[in-house]
Nanobody, 119 residues
Framework: QVQLVESGGGLVQAGGSLRLSCAASGPFVSVDSMGWYRQAPGKQRELVAIITADGVENYANSVQGRFTVSRDDAKNTVYLQMNSLKPEDTAVYFC?????????????WGQGTQVTVSS
């Protein structure tokens, strides 16, 4: 089945950087939009950044100018470069992708990776 596998989370000091990766694997024809969401303790999951199949990027206001989303279609992988990290960026980050199986589109989620920013 289709799987999204994330990597790159960890602990970093405020002002530091991290890079998250998410690779899609399994039986599918193509990957449409890919993106990242996050969920902090006691809060709802929120959109962080998304990139369309055409390469159009959209960001949450809270990360605009600090985070960059990109994709490598040859590897079916989406990245999130996070710079100037703040303690309020601490959350579990989830990868999301809209994937075409050859018959229909469906959205898939990764298992999540913890990002902790210390002050």
């Amino acid at each position: 089945q289709v799987q999204l596998v994330e990597s790159g989370g960890g602990l970093v000091q405020a002002g530091g950087s991290l890079r998250l990766s998410c690779a899609a694997s399994g039986p599918f024809v193509s990957v449409d939009s890919m993106g990242w969401y996050r969920q902090a303790p006691g809060k709802q999951r929120e959109l962080v950044a998304i990139i369309t199949a055409d390469g159009v990027e959209n960001y949450a206001n809270s990360v605009q100018g600090r985070f960059t989303v990109s994709r490598d279609d040859a590897k079916n992988t989406v990245y999130l470069q996070m710079n100037s990290l703040k303690p309020e960026d601490t959350a579990v980050y989830f990868c999301n992708a809209r994937i075409y199986s050859g018959m229909y589109y469906a959205r898939y989620w990764g298992q999540g990776t913890q990002v902790t920013v210390s002050s």
